[in-house]
DNA sequence: AAATCACACAACCGCAAGGGG
DNA sequence: GCCCCTTGCGGTTGTGTGATT
């Protein structure tokens, strides 16, 4: 049977938040016929809404393989090399992803990453910050990985996503990295060539080198090593982040680490075209 | 206690690609 | 080749909630 268009299907769309006995007929439909047909769907289960809508809700939020909660370490970390990688490609990033939905990863972005772009008064596109994303926050990261698993704690274990301490206390580490480029010795890795507005498959991967790696799902490597290693320099106050208990309790010290001095500081050298 | 603000997340919108008739 | 429909994607907006004033 032909349930004909969208517009001819649904004449008084409902919009806004689901219901919960939206939802429970959405998920009895879905999972009694299977996926697929959304216009059909949002038809015969009776449902005011679109077939996009009907899709986007079953998707993003019913179905049973979601992974609801905060975004754990190597999630985000994976999420930074491969948006390093691809841009903003999130429905290819969030395949690698198992569980979460390129809207999740969307808003990972926004609200964490660009976040933290806008205080630095910096754009997200800019080299400067992907050299400050890639050099700094993404070790650490890792570290903070390493050091979790060292402690025999999941590096799975999820962090307030409030309290996120990725991108804590940057500001002393870029000023090591800042010194250390004045090295003679420092032989950074070539420059990614990002221009700000592409976001192309040819990106490369900034971690590329990393001495230490794991395998992404698609036979690629992510580091999980210090990322300033093979480029020489290291992350000062890294035996700090090994034995602080703070590492991943997601406490409030964190959000003091990302204080006004910090972003000061930081756009200071973000400022400094030697970065 | 009320108003305001900031944040995280959910949902919508427009567009493009792909497939079938 | 064209049209229509469906699906998928990325950008944007809306909403709820907790924090702050």
Redesign the pocket.
Known sequence: M????????VTD??????TEE??AVLRTYVETHG???????AYFAGLR?????????W???LRPQVR????SLEEQLIILELHSR??????????HLPGR????I???????VQ?QA??LKCDVNSQQFRDTMRYVWMPRLAERIRAAESKGRPACLPIS??N?PTFDDVGAHTAELKSDRKDPSFMPEPSLGISSDS?SEAQVSPVSGLTECYNLPDGSTCGLGSGAGHLGWDIPGQEDIMSSELLLDGGDSWDSLWNEENIWFLRQQLSDDHF
């Not at 809404?49 to 809700?57: H, I, N």
């Not at 939905?101 to 999740?104: H, W």
């Open positions: 032909d349930v004909g268009s969208e517009n001819e299907m769309v409902k919009k806004g938040p689901w939206e939802d996926e697929g047909r959304w216009n059909s769907v809404r679109t077939g996009k809508s009907c899709r986007l809700r998707l993003n939020y609801r909660g905060n975004i691809w841009g903003n490609r999130w429905s290819k990033i969030a395949k939905t390129d809207n999740e969307k808003n990972y972005w926004r609200t964490r976040k806008k205080q996503s409030s996120d976001c």
